[in-house]
């Protein structure tokens, strides 16, 4: 399948989908509309809420806060979870002792973790970057720890055998069989980093997409929580194309495996 015809197909089933939710929700049937408006709000209300913000200017000071948010979480999170992941992989008697704490944190609900970062980081963007931290490092540690764990036996002894050092078995066999695995789970941390910051800006914040979304709901503004909802997701659409684009970059080497329609 063409890249062309792969992007015609995927905005085909937006607009049958827009259109579904406009007929259901403005068209009677047997006297009734299927969903009312009041609930559901339709496509037309949301988009011209969409553009009043972003006519208007209100959108950009909420995008820029959430944007730090998730950025900063995102490097963070990715950052430590990299660092852990390889570090337990090249100690498996360290692993094996911590093994259960990690395990318990990431059991840890992370909507009961956000009033304690409240009330330890306040209101402002840090106790947000920690709930999004918290999201953000688990994904990452467990792919990467994976990923090094996974290399073949083989490849590290002929990588032996040819007299390469820990260094360099770094840099050529532990990471590049690492990076597969780590953007397989940076492409779904992007998503969790967003949610961290909008979850910690629904729950007390004075600014943000969260915040936004939260006003909205506050008044009964259907429009405006499907508003939110949609910047949010073409938010993260933006941020994971970043990653795929830099991921592309990185795994050059990797083979291109040909698939058949």
Partial sequence: MSRVTLLALQVMVAVVSLMLWQLLTTVPVFGRVLL???????????AHQIYIWFATGVIWKHLWVTLIEAV????????????????????????????????????????????IFTLWLGLGIWSKVALGVTLVFFIVFFNVYQGVK???????????????????????????SALSWMFSSLHTSVGFAVVGAVVGEYLGAAAGLGY?????????????????????AAFVIVI???????????????????TRP
């Fill in 36 to 46: 009312p408006p009041f609930f559901f709000s339709n496509p037309l209300d949301v």
């Fill in 72 to 115: 900063l979480a995102f490097f963070i999170g990715s950052i430590g979870g990299v660092l852990v992941g390889f570090w337990f992989a090249r100690q498996p008697r360290t692993a094996a002792v911590f093994d259960p704490y990690v395990k318990m944190a990431n059991a840890l609900p992370r909507v009961v973790l956000a009033p």
């Fill in 150 to 176: 996974e290399v073949s036996p083989t490849v590290l002894a002929n990588a032996r055998m040819l007299g390469m050092n820990e260094r360099q078995l770094m840099r050529h066999v532990y990471w590049p």
């Fill in 212 to 232: 936004l979304i939260q006003q909205a709901e506050g008044i009964f503004d259907v429009a405006g929580v499907f508003a939110g909802m949609f910047v949010l």
């Fill in 240 to 258: 994971d194309t970043i990653v795929t684009v830099i991921e592309k970059r990185l795994l050059v080497w990797r083979p291109v495996v040909e």
